[in-house]
């Protein structure tokens, strides 16, 4: 069974910064593609980046620029870099993975509050 643990959230200024980061336990991290989501009250879930395998990644256009994601294999572990922070970026984030048979697996989430 994949476990995500998330961490890292919190409460930020406007124009501030946060990373989060995701740890995979329980499976061979470097074979999945791996991804982050955000979840803000009354709203869907929405994807927030991408990073298949092979570090290729993907952002959604409200975060691009600001946003960088990455992984550390060697850690089995994802980040999400947040810069230039604003608060419409306030929601809980979720870390997902997918693996070769696209089998799914998410974290708990993490808040992530963006206010003065």
């Known amino acids: 069974q994949v476990q995500l643990v998330e961490s890292g959230g919190g409460l930020v200024q406007p124009g501030g910064s946060l990373r989060l980061s995701c740890t995979a336990i329980?499976?061979?991290?470097?074979?999945?593609?791996m991804g982050w989501y955000r979840q803000a009250p009354g709203k869907q879930r929405e994807l927030v980046a991408t990073?298949?395998?092979?570090?290729?990644?993907n952002y959604a256009d409200s975060v691009k620029g600001r946003f960088t994601i990455s992984r550390d294999n060697a850690k089995n572990t994802v980040y999400l870099q947040m810069n230039s922070l604003k608060p419409e970026d306030t929601a809980v984030y979720y870390c997902?993975?997918?693996?070769?048979?696209?089998?799914?697996?998410w974290g708990q989430g993490t808040q992530v509050t963006v206010s003065s």
């Open positions: 997902n993975a997918v693996g070769p048979t696209r089998s799914q697996y």
């Open positions: 990073i298949t395998s092979s570090s290729s990644s």
């Open positions: 329980g499976t061979i991290f470097s074979v999945y593609d």
